[in-house]
Nanobody, 115 residues
Framework: QVRLVESGGGLVQAGGSLRLSCSAS????????MGWYRQAPGKQRELVAS???????NYVDSVKGRFTISRDSAKNTVYLEMNNLKPEDTAVYYC?????????WGQGTQVTVSS
């Protein structure tokens, strides 16, 4: 079984920065894909950023140039560096990984950006 633990959320003023972390533990043979989603109240969950095993990254247009996804493979950890945060970035952020035997989600961490 794989467990994901997220951290780094919080309250920040517009223009500020936060760094989210998601650490995976358990029996992990290979992580093929890592991503961050977010879900704001009353909205559908959306994929914000993703990182493939080969190092290819992808971002939703609204965060391009502001967010950066990265990983520490030795620690099975994925990060989301968020800069120049805007009130519309307020949401619960979830990490997800796809491994050999399936996919797993983190518990979510709240990010609130005040104007």
């Amino acid at each position: 079984q794989v467990r994901l633990v997220e951290s780094g959320g919080g309250l920040v003023q517009a223009g500020g920065s936060l760094r989210l972390s998601c650490s995976a533990s358990g029996t992990i043979f290979r992580i093929n894909w890592m991503g961050w989603y977010r879900q704001a109240p009353g909205k559908q969950r959306e994929l914000v950023a993703s990182l493939t095993r080969g190092g290819y990254t992808n971002y939703v247009d609204s965060v391009k140039g502001r967010f950066t996804i990265s990983r520490d493979s030795a620690k099975n950890t994925v990060y989301l560096e968020m800069n120049n945060l805007k009130p519309e970035d307020t949401a619960v952020y979830y990490c997800k990984i796809i491994v050999t035997d399936g996919d797993y989600w983190g518990q979510g961490t709240q990010v609130t950006v005040s104007s």
